[in-house]
């Protein structure tokens, strides 16, 4: 199938949480970073919308399969990410059904119709397909919708028999199948000491001081937000980077307008003060006029614009230092799991990627 460029990109993670891939759930949490900064590297850059359906866990019901629609495609990475963090595998399911997920992805998510936008569904895990009409539904939808299956399987154990019928469910959907080693899931950038660290920890801490928190969630969902951060710092101060580097992205930009008035007032250009509650803003602006917060968040926008500014001339040092890194070691870590998904992206489109070409 020949690649093509496209200005969007729709990736759908399906991921097995079931008895048999343990430490995948902890290598989607910190390899997620790592994946939208990378994906924001193309050039040029396509829009990126995410969705994510888990399955394999027995709190999510019998009756429904042991699946879960985490999230629609979006670009509301921090939202997957909190529910990455926030699910817990403490009693693993020993039933999973692969296919049955992969059609809650290909039915249920909100798939573009341009037939420009690139599409793929990416079934992250293992156990034995069973062939029967769900795989025949999943072929049959793969072709008419556009969607591609991609297929990389988690080898916690022995069994030709199951990658063989993971490899044949790609081919099938046009996709292409890999099978990735557990032990080098996690990203080797996280060992990396960067020059940059206390500077991109200043920035972050910079960036984040632009956000002007509203509404009734507000406060809880900018908590969530700086959470995130805290993940990523725990992880490696290179996966803290990574993080920066894909907020500064153009994906990233509007992202949290539903409770942030900067990114509201970046998308719409003006704010409109008979839909603003000024008792659902932080104490310092509820006694201000709409004209000083209104002024306020002019200025803040402002420092935000110039620190995505300064913060993109650093991201381009970070890119040559990191296809550095890739080339001399591509032996060891080309079966990394972040690193996996980048080749087959790349083997999929025609959109530039400075990193890994």
């Known amino acids: 199938m020949p690649a093509a460029t496209h200005?969007?990109?729709?990736?759908?993670?399906?991921?097995?949480?079931?008895?048999?891939?343990?430490?995948?759930?902890?290598?989607?949490?910190?390899?997620?970073?790592?994946?939208?900064?990378?994906?924001?590297?193309?050039?040029?850059?396509?829009?990126?919308?995410?969705?994510?359906?888990?399955?394999?866990?027995?709190?999510?019901g019998k009756e429904n399969d042991y699946i879960k629609q985490v999230s629609d495609l979006s670009k509301n990475i921090n939202f997957i990410q909190q529910e990455l963090y926030a699910t817990?595998?403490?009693?693993?399911?020993?039933?999973?059904?692969?296919?049955?997920?992969?059609l809650t992805c290909m039915t249920?998510?909100?798939?573009?119709?341009?037939?420009?936008?690139?599409?793929?569904?990416?079934?992250?895990?293992?156990?034995?397909?069973?062939?029967?009409?769900?795989?025949?539904?999943?072929?049959?939808?793969?072709t008419k919708k556009g969607i591609i299956v991609n297929t990389i399987y988690y080898q916690t154990y022995q069994s030709e028999r199951e990658i063989i019928q993971w490899q044949k469910l790609a081919k099938l959907c046009n996709g292409i199948s890999t099978v990735i080693d557990p032990a080098v899931a996690l990203p080797w950038e996280k060992d990396i000491k960067s020059s940059n660290s206390n500077f991109i920890a200043e920035v972050n801490d910079k960036f984040n001081s632009t956000f002007i928190a509203y509404g009734e969630d507000g406060e809880k969902k900018f908590a969530k937000y700086m959470g995130m951060d805290d993940y990523a710092r725990e992880t490696g101060p290179i996966c803290l980077e990574f993080?920066?580097?894909?907020?500064?992205?153009?994906?990233?930009?509007?992202?949290n307008k539903d409770w942030d008035l900067v990114d509201l007032s970046i998308v719409n250009g003006k704010l409109d003060s008979t839909a603003l509650d000024k008792k659902t803003l932080p104490l310092e602006y509820q006694k201000m006029s709409f004209k000083d917060i209104f002024r306020f968040v002019n200025i803040k926008k402002e420092?935000?614009?110039?620190?995505?500014?300064?913060?993109?001339?650093?991201?381009?040092?970070?890119?040559i230092l990191t296809r550095e890194y890739y080339q001399?070691?591509?032996?060891?870590i080309k079966r990394s799991f972040y690193i996996v998904l980048m080749e087959i992206f790349n083997a999929q489109t025609d959109n530039f990627h400075e990193i890994l070409d």
Do not use: H
């Not at 817990?88 to 992969?102: C, D, F, H, I, R």
């Not at 029967?132 to 539904?137: K, S």
């Open 7 to 60: 200005k969007r990109m729709e990736i759908a993670f399906c991921v097995d949480l079931s008895a048999s891939t343990d430490g995948l759930l902890e290598a989607m949490r910190t390899n997620m970073w790592y994946i939208m900064y990378y994906l924001t590297s193309y050039q040029p850059q396509p829009d990126v919308y995410v969705g994510l359906v888990l399955y394999g866990k027995p709190g999510y």
């Open 88 to 102: 817990q595998v403490l009693v693993n399911a020993k039933e999973n059904y692969p296919e049955k997920a992969a």
């Open 108 to 142: 249920q998510l909100s798939w573009s119709k341009d037939p420009d936008t690139y599409k793929t569904i990416v079934m992250i895990g293992n156990g034995a397909l069973t062939g029967n009409e769900d795989m025949a539904e999943l072929i049959k939808l793969s």
């Open 243 to 255: 993080r920066l580097m894909y907020k500064i992205s153009d994906n990233y930009i509007g992202v």
């Open 303 to 319: 420092e935000r614009l110039y620190l995505q500014e300064i913060t993109a001339i650093v991201a381009q040092r970070n890119k």
């Open 328 to 332: 001399e070691y591509r032996p060891i």
